[in-house]
């Protein structure tokens, strides 16, 4: 699979048919994962067009690491494979959205936590877990 080149209009973007991914200089898409049966925020990562290709095309959410320089499949080592339920993309076409079921133990975050978003900011820049 090979994505359409960004040529689009602001109107094709915001209201076409086709998937038409915005990458960024470093060839990446920011990426949110939700837990599809609750809504929870799992992670934030990116994708280049090689994890969007593959998973779209296994069904199994690909990555890829910015620190390893890596294509990266979810749960290869945790066990914590995340099944794509859907793949959404935003209005400008620039981010997506995976909505997964979380296998393994369920957790997403590399400290063991089921969400890498486990603390709060309060006003004075304290952090909490919640």
Not at 49 to 74: D, P
Request: charged residues 25%; aromatic residues 6%; contains cysteine.
């Amino acid at each position: 699979m090979s994505f359409p080149p960004p040529s689009a209009s602001k109107h094709d973007l915001e209201e076409g048919a086709v998937f038409t991914p915005k990458f960024d200089a470093n060839g990446l898409i920011v990426c949110v994962t939700q837990e599809a049966a609750t809504g929870e925020i799992l992670m934030l990562a990116y994708m280049n067009e090689l994890a969007l290709e593959k998973t779209l095309e296994t069904g199994v959410v690909h990555y890829w690491s910015r620190s390893r320089n890596a294509l990266w499949r979810k749960g290869d080592t945790s066990g914590q494979v995340q099944k794509l339920v859907d793949l959404r993309v935003d209005c400008d076409q620039d981010a997506v959205l995976v909505r997964v079921e979380a296998g393994g133990d369920g957790k997403a975050c590399h400290t063991g936590r089921k969400s890498c978003f486990y603390r709060a900011v309060s006003p004075e820049g304290r952090l909490s877990e919640v």
